[in-house]
């Protein structure tokens, strides 16, 4: 049984969108911050941009227009090294069609809630719209993290499925750093001996991340989990009668 995700499903969850992404194009000098993205089915990134974008801009004269989203995963606890992981998404850039902007803009929203994101494919068109969605097709997949380092394959990445507990993941974590660090240290002496203070900064269905004096560490549950209530399970089994509300 595996303990561990696979590269392809790291890539996945890390482009799922809760991530803050940048975007590098031959059309700027500098990366453009992305206010918004998320990935559709197959895992195509779609991408909020103003409609001043310089990608917007080439794709006024271009088919497509080559870029890499790069995307940094940091964890919500407030630590001086944040970082957990980076995947860099090579591929090519098109504007999403008029027909489909809306679809677009919902399937954003569902994770970014914001107002104007009501203006863009609206049936009754508005005097100026802001923003429009760009979408990527995938050529090749970087990802470094505390795994490693991979390349992973369009394929390999289509056919994997991100995390389930990216969306919630933050709020949980967040919660076990602020309500439950007396029993992640007593956690961490029972299982690894030490002493300290302890933090989660990160968890999956595999398992906790935890950061400490000594460094990071994994803490894995007994089984892969796969639902709220899985995981409500796990946490009783490797806390005991703590955190039993994450």
Request: hydrophobic share 45%.
């Amino acid at each position: 049984m595996a303990n561990a995700p696979t590269a392809a499903e790291r890539a996945r969850t890390l482009a799922f969108g809760v991530a803050g992404a940048s975007l590098a194009t031959l059309a700027s000098d500098t990366e453009e911050l992305i206010p918004a993205h998320v990935c559709d089915d197959a895992g195509r990134p779609l991408l909020l941009v103003p409609t001043h974008s310089p990608a917007v801009r080439a794709l006024q004269d271009e088919a497509d227009v080559p870029g890499t989203l790069r995307i940094t995963d940091l964890t919500v606890v407030p630590l001086p090294d944040r970082v957990r992981g980076r995947a860099w998404l090579h591929g090519w850039l098109t504007e999403v069609p008029a027909s489909e902007r809306r679809e677009a803009a919902v399937r954003i929203s569902r994770l970014h809630p914001r107002p104007d994101l009501l203006d863009i494919g609206a049936r009754i068109p508005v005097a100026r719209e802001d923003w429009t969605v760009l979408v990527m097709e995938i050529g090749e997949i970087e990802i470094e993290d505390a795994w490693g380092t991979a390349i992973v394959e369009p394929e390999e990445y289509t056919d994997a499925r991100p995390d389930p507990f990216v969306a919630v993941e933050p709020g949980m974590i967040g919660h076990l750093d602020e309500s439950h660090r007396a029993e992640l240290a007593a956690l961490y002496h029972d299982r690894f001996g030490g002493e300290g203070v302890v933090r989660a900064v990160g968890l999956d269905r595999f398992g906790l991340a935890l950061r400490c004096e000594a460094g990071d560490l994994r803490l894995s549950f007994p089984e892969p989990v796969r639902d709220l209530n899985g995981l409500r399970c796990a946490y009783r089994k490797v806390f005991g009668v703590t955190a039993k509300n994450p």
